[in-house]
Structures are given as C-alpha cells and as structure tokens.
C-alpha cells in the first residue's frame, strides 16, 4: 500500500515545498531518495521513508539534534508523509577507501554523533530484551554454536540491565555505505536509525560489512577494524567487545528464525550470512 502511495506522496511533497526534480531517483530498502532543487536553485534531497519502518520513525529528530555536525544536515520535515529535504550530498561513499581508513572516519565520527539521546527515542536495550527473549528458544540444532547462543544471552542480559546502555543517541547502523563525500564536510552520516543507547553498540556494523575483502585472514582482518574504532573513539575494548558478540548473535538467529517462520531449511545465502557472523564473533575474542 505504501509503495502504491509513494507516487502521489512524492508528488505533493515536490510540489508544496516548491522542489524540482534535478535527477534520477534513488531507492534504498525503505525508501526513496529524488534529487531536487529548491525554488533557490539550491540543490538538495527529497527523502520519503517507508511508513512501516519502526527503526527509522524518528530520523528526522535524530539529523535536527545533530543540526548537520558529523551528518547530513536537515532543511525540512514533514514526521506524518515521513519527508525530508536534506542537503545534497556526493555518491561516493567510504567502500572506495580502505577498510582501516574508513574505519578512522567513523571513528571520527563517533564523538561528534553521540550526544545525549532525545526523550523521544526508543532504548537499545528495549529491542535488545525483545530480540534475547527469542534467542533463547533457537534449537540446540541450529548452525550457531549452543556456547556463543549463552554467551550472547549472558552479555545481553548484563547489559540491558547497566544504566550506561541508554542515554546516547546512537545511529544504529552506521557503516561504510552510509557515510558520504559532502562538500561542506569530507565525510558526513545519512540514514540514522536513532535509539537511545550506548556509543559501544556503534562497531558492529562495520566489522560484517565488506567481508568479502577480509578473505584469507579473518581473524586478522576483523581485528584490525575493532581495534582501529575502539582506539580511533576513545571507546572501551571490552564493553564494545560484548555488544559486537550480542549483535553478530543476533544476526545469526534472525536468519534462523526467517527460515522457521518458513517452515523452509536455510539456503546457502543465509548459511553463508551465519558463518560470516559467526567468524566475527569469534574473531573479536580469540
């Protein structure tokens, strides 16, 4: 229903805030990005985001807390059509650096992002006791090892209980594809999927990304990147350590659970997606 209402929405939208279309559109996901050109000939972005997406609902309050210091700056919103003008960034995003390089720029990014969560927010540790409660009844069976499953398990539960994992708005989902070349900064984040949480839950993202270049040396590769946010941010090795072996878990039980729901045997995508978030599991301890 709501991809059959994007035209129109789309097409109000351009047509209230006074936008002309300045190239071919873009989609992500869950959403839509067309760029545009204000009636000052400024260019910029119209964002329209799937209505049904929980995690991104409060983006746009995420970008106006940041006022564009380390992301993608917000010139206009409309929270109930979910649209955003944003200002128009470049397409080359951080998979054309290294991979440590990039992951210095992330790094940097971090301080700059987490800045005390807004009121608004859902908690990390909301979703993470959600999606605990359904790791614990995956099969002995399942292709994850039962000793990561309860280690996994015990990290989550610790840490849904400490106070310092909400607070701070985190992204959620920042890696190599979502930061891109600005001209009013180098480097700036986009596509925020804001909690309030904890700046140690930010690694993950960037450690199952680009994977296929880490082959031969894994362990080395993925240790690498770990050390190179944790030391870049100032972060703490060991809480960010948990929250790494909590997430990459999770994954793996998520493919899991699609494959249940099914009622179907997990295909060689998603047994492929657990053994790489397997590897990164134990890539960050051994």
């Not at 955003?84 to 992002?113: F, K, N, Q, S």
């Not at 296929?212 to 350590?241: C, M, N, P």
């Amino acid at each position: 229903m709501w991809l059959d209402a994007l035209p129109r929405v789309s097409a109000d939208v351009l047509e209230e805030w006074d936008l002309t279309v300045d190239g071919e559109p873009m989609h992500g996901h869950c959403s839509l990005v067309v760029p545009v050109r204000t009636r000052s000939s400024r260019p910029a972005a119209l964002k329209v985001t799937f209505a049904g997406d929980e995690e991104s609902e409060h983006e746009h309050l995420a970008l106006q807390r940041w006022g564009g210091a380390g992301a993608v700056r917000l010139l206009r919103a409309d929270p109930a059509r979910r649209a955003m003008l944003l200002e128009r960034l470049h397409t080359d995003d951080l998979g054309d650096l290294r991979d440590v390089e990039a992951c210095e720029v992330v790094a940097g990014l971090y301080p700059r992002i987490h800045v005390p969560a807004l009121p608004q927010l859902r908690t990390v540790t909301a979703y993470v006791e959600r999606w605990c409660a359904a790791l614990a009844t995956m099969p002995r069976n399942a292709p994850v090892p039962h000793r990561l499953v309860e280690q996994a398990l015990s990290l989550g539960r610790d840490l849904v209980a400490d106070a310092a994992s909400t607070g701070t708005l985190v992204h959620g989902d920042l890696h190599y594809a979502n930061v891109l070349a600005g001209d009013r900064e180098p480097w700036l984040a986009i596509d925020p999927k804001p909690m309030s949480g904890d700046p140690h839950y930010e690694p993950a993202p960037m450690l199952w990304n680009r994977f296929e270049e880490l082959s031969g040396d894994i362990r080395g590769g993925v240790r690498r990147r770990f050390h190179t946010l944790v030391d870049a941010a100032g972060l703490d090795e060991q809480r960010a350590r948990d929250w790494v072996v909590v997430r990459m878990v999770l994954n793996a039980h998520w493919s899991v659970e699609d494959a249940q729901r099914a009622d179907r045997a997990l295909d060689a995508e998603e047994r492929d997606w657990i053994t790489r978030c397997i590897a990164v599991t134990k890539a960050v301890q051994d």
